[in-house]
């Protein structure tokens, strides 16, 4: 990290900061806020595209001991790092790092006249509407002569939002105003167009322009399977709340054209077809895209290259490729994202690949990690319903009276609890992780081609016993000394160490690392404001341990050779194992004992696969829900609940166990039923979410989470060891929406595409590098909680989220968590598994 004084504080003196334009994405710096960028709609419309408060962030700088500060830090609330440096108001990280620097932020600052008032709306009772939404407020000149505008909708969503004070905040906007004429605009004729916020501009009209209602997938395409690019955009509402669409402009008439980018020739030609009509349910009798929706279809295209699709009347899209290895990157920076959400672990050249950060959440770094007996399985973010910063809270005053500070308590820390990755927009660590490392080996174990992925990271290419492996849990953890590891396997221990370093003798797991409060301002993981605290051992995390571990084990000992490491490994998911077997469950509410028993199951098939032990073998025949023996099953064990459990009780049989036949005979039926019989939910976007999906809506899985189903596809690929080219097919399909073919146009993995979500969650320092390959959730499918509202207010038109079509909530703000957010067991592990089965070889 670069901390630079320059230009910033001179000594003891506070200055103008010196500021960083943040790029919101590309075309959207502060020079494209000056001159929007134009399309067009039918031979008679235009669309503008306005960026709306830009925002400046200033350059970090380390505190020295020099200067004066006023900052009373509270690790409890979100704004408790704010403060003055040398009188400078802004805000702080913590200061107990050993060798990193305190840093101070000076606040963020709306760029002068980058404000577009025309497009703010007042007091909705006396200004419904923005300057900007009345037709009679613009001006349009066709070669000199006054045009008449018939029509006006506009969408508006916010494309970054920051804290500019203490509880105030600004959003950045994206403005699409659509304006229809009456009468045609020539090619080539001078558009003059003038309007509120909006000073007089010409534009050329050129029908190559970009066109936001041509959606493609950015990251490109493969060079033999499906190829489809999608057309059609709601354009949000006019000023009486009416919606607009391209209905009226496209039909099974309308023509298109695929466009070497080289040469300019016409490879495909062909008219569009309808994919999903605007009156045809999604769920529930709603269309989630306002809009009819037609697909260019050039799958028989098998030359590689790089393309546009142009369609008559509207424009280009954004280049793309045709490739042989069309995802092959794609699968890369899933994978290698999770060693950028590495707690304990320094991000350096060459391995952070233009991106570094100090060692974090390292005990030896100055952070304290303070034991709890609390159980992370009675928090929210277990199977309960405690709120885990009030149960931190009162679990620190009973040890110390009123003073809530731990050092101040009877609280001991454990030094022993660093290591695995940080989740979501915090930096907790939680058992639940230990679902990743499953997933991890089962990739290693499932996909040949997955074993050679080059993730450069400090581990490539080496023996677990090699000194720059941080993850062992103990000088005598070093397996076989020879075997070499693949990378995705190394990152798997990574993820595990945590638990593997804490656990007890008699074999007893620990939930996990939670800090005080997510989101400090400020705070960054290295030196946060925060207290850490480890939960206490629990059955349930014991159950999730042994269930990642002993499949991390067995795969390391018998795909990958190194007996002596994948041996320990299954030993340790053992003990873990039989400790939760002893644990009584006295108090559990049944509710309760039904998620610990969920686990219970799916970790018995995987212990008796690597081990052999006969009690997990009892556990899972008597009371898995395919053909429970027991007299009264768990009503609760739902297939679809650790569903790649039950394939490890068919891989043991295959492997030699010994088995109940019948039920290794219903999983396999199973297996392939989910996989062939699993219906779309839409046939647009190459969207495979469906309305099987086991929780609901699933707001989550909208972007590349939508993808979800190609899980099924992989587990079908391991029980048969082949895939159809129609599953296949179908998992490649799944790619698009997320990589940018949606209705905003918009990549939601970091690193790929033209246009990347702008501003995703991210809780390290705020003007610090995006992360490649971080992952959003993407499209708010679920009602916005009061407090991302808050925080966005006046960035949204139409005003009231339920007036946008679900799959048009492509809200690219930080402070919407739920489009913004990444999740470690969620999406992003979701997305690593359909990357792995998308780039399966022919």
């Not at 229809?180 to 909006?198: M, N, Y």
Request: aromatic share 10%; glycine share 10%; proline share 5%.
């Amino acid at each position: 990290m670069q901390l630079s004084r320059r230009a910033f504080l001179l000594r003891g003196t506070a200055v103008a900061a010196a500021p960083i334009v943040v790029t919101l994405a590309p075309s959207f710096t502060a020079a494209a806020a000056d001159k929007a960028d134009i399309g067009y709609v039918g031979e008679n419309g235009f669309q503008l595209t306005v960026i709306d408060t830009m925002l400046d962030m200033s350059t970090p700088v380390e505190v020295l001991r020099s200067d004066r500060v006023r900052w009373s830090p509270d690790p409890a609330n979100g704004f408790g790092a704010s403060g003055k440096l040398n009188g400078l108001p802004g805000y702080f990280s913590g200061d107990a790092h050993t060798t990193a620097p305190q840093i101070f932020t000076a606040w963020p600052k709306v760029q002068e006249q980058s404000r577009k008032d025309g497009f703010r709306i007042g007091n909705s009772a006396i200004q419904p509407q923005a300057a900007a939404d009345r037709t009679d407020n613009w001006r349009v000149l066709i070669d000199g002569q006054p045009a008449g505008i018939v029509g006006l909708w506009r969408k508006s969503s916010p494309i970054r939002t920051l804290a500019v004070a203490d509880r105030r905040w600004e959003s950045t906007k994206r403005h699409l105003v659509t304006l229809e004429l009456d009468r045609a605009i020539p090619q080539g004729a001078v558009l003059s167009i003038t309007g509120p916020s909006f000073a007089e501009t010409e534009y050329v009209k050129d029908p190559d322009v970009f066109s936001e209602s041509i959606h493609v997938c950015q990251a490109g395409y493969p060079l033999t399977g499906p190829k489809k690019a999608y057309v059609g955009s709601w354009l949000g509402q006019d000023q009486v709340g009416k919606n607009g669409s391209t209905d009226a402009l496209l039909s099974p008439a309308t023509e298109w054209s695929l466009v070497s980018t080289q040469n300019g020739a016409v490879v495909r030609s062909g008219r569009l077809t309808l994919a999903k009509p605007s009156e045809e349910p999604h769920r529930n009798g709603l269309n989630f895209n306002g809009c009819s929706i037609y697909e260019a279809d050039f799958s028989d295209l098998e030359l590689d290259g790089e393309y546009q699709i142009q369609v008559s009347g509207l424009g280009r899209s954004f280049p793309f490729n045709v490739s042989l290895a069309a995802y092959d990157e794609a699968l890369r920076l899933a994978a290698r994202w999770y060693f950028h959400q590495r707690s304990g672990c320094e991000i350096a050249a060459p391995y952070g690949e233009g991106r570094t950060r100090p060692r974090n959440g390292h005990p030896a770094d100055g952070l304290t990690v303070w034991q709890t007996d609390l159980k992370l399985g009675n928090m929210r973010d277990g199977y309960g319903k405690v709120r885990a910063p009030k149960a931190l809270s009162e679990n620190v005053n009973t040890l110390g009276g009123s003073d809530a500070a731990p050092e101040r308590s009877s609280m001991k820390a454990n030094p022993k609890a660093w290591g695995g990755w940080h989740d979501a927009g915090d930096w907790d660590r939680r058992i639940q992780h230990m679902d990743v490392v499953f997933h991890m080996a089962d990739i290693v174990e499932t996909f040949p081609h997955c074993r050679s992925l080059n993730l450069n990271l400090p581990e490539s290419k080496k023996t677990f016993s090699h000194a720059d492996v941080a993850s062992r849990k103990d000088d005598d953890d070093r397996g076989d000394g020879e075997t070499v590891l693949p990378d995705l396997i190394h990152e798997a221990l990574w993820g595990a160490s945590l638990w593997r370093r804490t656990q007890h003798e008699n074999g007893a797991i620990i939930g996990g690392v939670e800090y005080s409060i997510s989101g400090i301002l400020g705070s960054v993981s290295w030196n946060p404001v925060q207290k850490a605290y480890a939960y206490g051992p629990e059955d349930w995390a014991a159950y999730r341990f042994a269930y990642g571990a002993a499949k991390l084990g067995h795969v390391i000992h018998h795909v990958c050779g190194d007996t002596v490491l994948g041996s320990a490994i299954v030993a340790e998911a053992t003990r873990a194992w039989l400790w939760a077997e002893q644990q009584p469950t006295d108090g559990f509410s049944d509710s309760a004992l039904s998620r610990v028993n969920q686990i219970r199951i799916a970790a018995a098939a995987t212990v008796y696969r690597a081990s052999g032990d006969p009690q997990a073998r009892k556990v899972f025949e008597d009371q898995n829900p395919f053909v429970p023996q027991a007299e009264k099953p768990d009503s609760s064990l739902k297939k679809e609940v650790f569903p790649a459990a039950y394939l490890e009780y068919v891989r043991a049989a295959r492997e030699g166990r010994e088995v109940n036949a019948a039920i290794v005979g219903t999983i396999e039926g199973w297996i392939k039923q989910r996989a062939l019989n699993g219906k779309r939910m839409g046939r647009d976007f190459g969207l495979h979410n469906t309305a099987a999906y086991p929780w609901g809506l699933g707001w989550l899985r909208f972007g590349p989470g939508s993808n979800w189903r190609a899980g099924q596809m992989a587990m079908y690929f391991a029980s048969e060891g082949e895939a159809t080219t129609e599953v296949h097919n179908a998992a490649v399909e799944g790619m698009w929406f997320g990589l940018g073919c949606n209705p905003a146009n918009v990549s939601f993995v970091q690193g790929l595409g033209h246009r990347e979500f702008s501003d995703p969650l991210f809780t390290d320092e705020l003007s610090g590098k995006k992360i490649p390959g971080q992952i959003s959730f993407g499209v708010a499918g679920g009602k916005l909680y009061e407090w991302e509202q808050r925080k966005t207010a006046g960035a949204f038109y139409p005003p009231n989220q339920e007036a946008w079509p679900i799959y048009t909530q492509i809200f690219e703000s930080r402070s919407i968590a739920i489009a913004a957010e990444h999740g470690i067991k969620s999406n992003a592990m979701e997305w690593l598994v359909a990357c792995a089965f998308a780039t399966l070889p022919d």
